[in-house]
Antibody, heavy 120, light 110 residues
Framework: QVQLVQSGAEVKKPGSSVKVSCQAS????????FNWVRQAPGQGLEWMGR????????NYADEFQGRVTITAGTSTSAAYMELTSLRSEDTAVYYC?????????????WGQGTLVTVSS | QSVLTQPRSVSGSPGQSVTISCTGT?????????VSWYQQYPGKAPNLMIY???KRPSGVPDRFSGSKSGNTASLTISGLQAEDEADYYC??????????FGGGTKLTVL
């Protein structure tokens, strides 16, 4: 049973960056994709991007291109999401979610979420 | 504004059936059979309920079913139970290795 454990809550200033980690355990890591999904307070889910660690492939949603970088360390079974040039609208819970490496694969395991608050 | 359109809320009484719609375009729902549905309780992470339009992961009750017609996907919950009260999100592959979500639907069990 795969478990995804994320890093703790963050408070950031506008214009700064945040890096959230996602540690996987209990299952195969490298042949899957790790996705990042965020949810602003009281709002819906928003897909940000993904990485396929074994292939080193990353894909990003257009809205986040140039501001988000997703990386992974295959030897450490962890994935990371860095978001730069933070603004108040980036205040949200950020989730990592495991998916298959094929296009359209569903997200079958989720981390507990990391609250990122952007405030001056 | 979400790419996929869902009703903000639906409701039903215990034992009844409810259907949640999710409308997209030919570039997402209509173009691929990669629609998934997620259940989310307040303060919790989402949980996969349906994938590839109609498939159920192991452990998901068969009261949950999915379908698609054209650019609209649907999630039907039959034999409604109190524990089904939650938010539901649809998700679709949108080409170019990207995914999109609906705005979410709050299900109230009366």
């Amino acid at each position: 049973q795969v478990q995804l454990v994320q890093s703790g809550a963050e408070v950031k200033k506008p214009g700064s960056s945040v890096k959230v980690s996602c540690q996987a355990s209990g299952g195969t890591f490298t042949r899957y994709a790790f996705n990042w999904v965020r949810q602003a307070p009281g709002q819906g889910l928003e897909w940000m991007g993904r990485i396929i660690p074994v292939a080193g492939i990353t894909n990003y949603a257009d809205e986040f291109q140039g501001r988000v970088t997703i990386t992974a360390g295959t030897s450490t079974s962890a994935a990371y999401m860095e978001l730069t040039s933070l603004r108040s609208e980036d205040t949200a819970v950020y989730y990592c979610a495991r998916g298959g490496s094929t296009n359209g694969a569903p997200f079958d395991s989720w981390g507990q979420g990391t609250l990122v608050t952007v405030s001056s | 504004q979400s790419v996929l359109t869902q009703p903000r809320s639906v409701s039903g009484s215990p034992g009844q059936s409810v259907t949640i719609s999710c409308t997209g375009t030919s570039s997402d729902i209509g173009g691929y059979n990669y629609v998934s549905w997620y259940q989310q309780y307040p303060g919790k992470a989402p949980n996969l309920m349906i994938y590839d339009v109609t498939k159920r992961p192991s452990g998901v009750p068969d009261r949950f079913s999915g379908s698609k017609s054209g650019n609209t996907a649907s999630l039907t919950i039959s034999g409604l139970q109190a524990e089904d009260e939650a938010d539901y999100y649809c998700c679709s592959y949108a080409g170019r290795y990207t995914m999109v979500f609906g705005g979410g639907t709050k299900l109230t069990v009366l």
